[in-house]
Nanobody, 121 residues
Framework: HVQLVESGGGSVQAGGSLRLSCRGL????????VGWFRQAPGKEREGVTS???????SYADSVKGRFNISRDNARALVRLQMTSLKPEDTALYYC????????????????WGKGTQVTVS
């Protein structure tokens, strides 16, 4: 059973930074489209960013210039570096893997982690 595991969430003050990591089977993390999503209480799941196997990235307008997605080939994981965090970034953050057009659209992704909480106050 393919699993993805997120880590790195926590509580920070506005303006702070966090780095999330997404780990899974090497062939899944390194060869699939990997995306980050978030869901705040009472809101729908929102696509944040994605990275395809060639390293091409896509970002939601709300995080452009503040968040950066990258692959760590040596460790077979995908990172999400979040800076200049705002209270509205508070959510449960999920990573996911999938095939097809690599954009942060949940319909592209078939494998999901259980999420890591990010709280910005």
């Amino acid at each position: 059973h393919v699993q993805l595991v997120e880590s790195g969430g926590g509580s920070v003050q506005a303006g702070g930074s966090l780095r999330l990591s997404c780990r899974g089977l090497r062939n899944v993390v390194m060869n699939s489209c990997v995306g980050w999503f978030r869901q705040a209480p009472g809101k729908e799941r929102e696509g944040v960013t994605s990275i395809d196997r060639s390293g091409t990235t896509s970002y939601a307008d709300s995080v452009k210039g503040r968040f950066n997605i990258s692959r760590d080939n040596a460790r077979a994981l995908v990172r999400l570096q979040m800076t200049s965090l705002k209270p509205e970034d508070t959510a449960l953050y999920y990573c996911a893997a999938g095939e097809g057009e690599c954009v942060p659209n949940p319909e592209v992704f078939s494998t999901w982690g259980k999420g890591t909480q990010v709280t910005v106050s």
